[in-house]
């Protein structure tokens, strides 16, 4: 599609009522740009488009006749890219969903078929939430999984900041808001970060201000761009369950982390298992489901490293040790960056942790 072309559609997109369905049924008529200046009683003959979203395309236009090269101005200022369904770099497994998005604005790369997984949550969480979304995000990042959340406060902003600490870790985050809007403010410069490791992206057009309305759409795109869909923390009626069952109702996987039955940010993880999400105490209950288990590959032990090769030897098969054993045990006393060097050792497939951090040979010699 031309560059003008994009910015008509975006424009049309705007529209209420125009979703994606009617516009690509719309587009099998006319181009973006005819369609855009057609006259409203023209389209709603040619189409079967109802009256009031003829109307509702009218007053747009007479509001903001300039609207495309507004919305052309505004994400060139913020270096935005926009993607239409028909590009190549649109992502498949988007496509697939029952509303996919026509116009995607994007500030970094996203990949088109790329591996991801959706980390979502409550935004007023508890530590034991934000801990384990940062943990989850991490290492699912490590693997090779590209991290999808939302950027809002709390478990999102967790499990972004999770993936952007493993080495090459990439992460997207998807705005209920336009793209050039921090929110929440104090995100702006994770989000600055999540653009140069993987992409910060939106289907609403730049100075696009957040509202209630926009988070459960945006919401869809968090599910459709995923494989699956883990919840760390959720009340019982909450937007992450919203998401959860988005990923249920176009058939990807649902993880749900367990809490304690007296916290009510654990209520919807609860229900999520008791309607057969999968319990989720480590990543590697979602890295085992996307074929990057544990089981250690031939000649990885050869592949340590002086220090992972002192670690490795003091763990065993039988008896998990935390970090603080693991320290004691060795001869040689501290090691700085131990996590760092168990969670490497963890991604070889040598080691595994348990739901209770602590670490034992992945096999039995």
Known sequence: MEREERFFLAALARCPGLGARRLATLL??????????????????????????????????REAPDLPERIACASGACGAELLVMEDSDYPLILKEI???????????????????????????????GTSLAREFGEKLAAAGLTVVSGGARGIDTAAHRGALR?????????LGCGIDVAYPSENR????????????????????????VFFPARNRIISGLSSGTLVVEAARR????ITAELALSEGRD??????????????GCHALIA???????????????FGLGTKAPRGARKSLSSEERKIYQVLSFDHPLTMDEILMSLPDGEIANLAFLLLQMELKGLVIENEWHAYRRAERE
């Open 189 to 212: 410069r994770l989000f600055d970060a999540i653009a140069e490791r993987g992409a910060v992206i939106s289907e609403y057009a730049p100075g696009t201000q957040p509202l209630p």
């Open 275 to 289: 309607q057969g999400a999968k319990l989720t105490a480590r990543p590697g209950d979602i890295l085992e489901d």
């Open 98 to 128: 029952f509303d996919p998005p026509m116009v995607l604005y994007v500030r970094g790369t996203l990949e088109r078929a790329a591996r991801r997984v959706a980390v979502v949550g409550a935004r007023r969480c508890s530590p034991y």
């Open 254 to 267: 649902v993880y749900a982390v367990p809490g304690s039955v007296l916290s009510p940010t654990s209520e």
């Open 166 to 174: 493993a080495p090459k870790g990439k992460t997207i985050a998807v």
């Open 28 to 61: 099998a008529l006319a181009d973006a740009k005819a369609l855009w200046h057609m006259d409203p009683a023209e389209l709603a003959m040619r189409a079967s488009i109802p009256s009031s979203v003829c109307a509702a395309l009218a007053s747009l236009r």
């Open 238 to 241: 909450s937007g992450s369950l």
